[in-house]
């Protein structure tokens, strides 16, 4: 079973910076970022292979958002910059326990508790 715990949300201005971690125990595959603000779906923010070689990222946070991952740590990371309040959500990281590289929530088998990110204008 894999445990996923999020830390680093916090409250920042607009044009600010945040870094997310999440602590993994337990094997993981593809690992991601996913966030949800309030009344709206959940959505895919990035996602990174096992190796760490190639990532993925929506359209909103390409280009100011860099995900990463330590392996030896077992440790999955999100660099956020430039953050815009339409950045505000609940950021939760999540982990395959297969090789497929998905956009889509429900194929992520494991989930953190989520950490609050609140950029203000």
């Known amino acids: 079973q894999v445990q996923l715990v999020e830390s680093g949300g916090g409250l920042v201005q607009a044009g600010g910076s945040l870094r997310l971690s999440c602590a993994a125990s337990?094997?993981?595959?593809?690992m991601g970022w996913f966030r949800q603000a309030p009344g709206k779906e959940r959505e895919f923010v990035s996602c990174?292979?096992?190796?760490?070689?190639?990532?993925y990222y929506a359209d909103s946070v390409k280009e100011r958002f860099t995900i990463s991952r330590d392996n030896a740590k077992n440790t999955l990371y999100l660099q956020m910059n430039s953050l815009k309040p339409e950045d505000t959500a609940v950021y939760y990281c999540?982990?395959?326990?297969?090789?497929?590289?998905?956009?889509?929530?429900?194929?992520?088998?494991?989930w953190g508790q989520g950490t609050q990110v609140t950029v203000s204008s």
């Open positions: 999540a982990a395959t326990s297969s090789w497929v590289i998905p956009r889509e929530h429900n194929m992520y088998n494991y």
């Open positions: 337990g094997r993981t595959y593809t």
């Open positions: 990174i292979t096992k190796s760490g070689t190639s990532a």
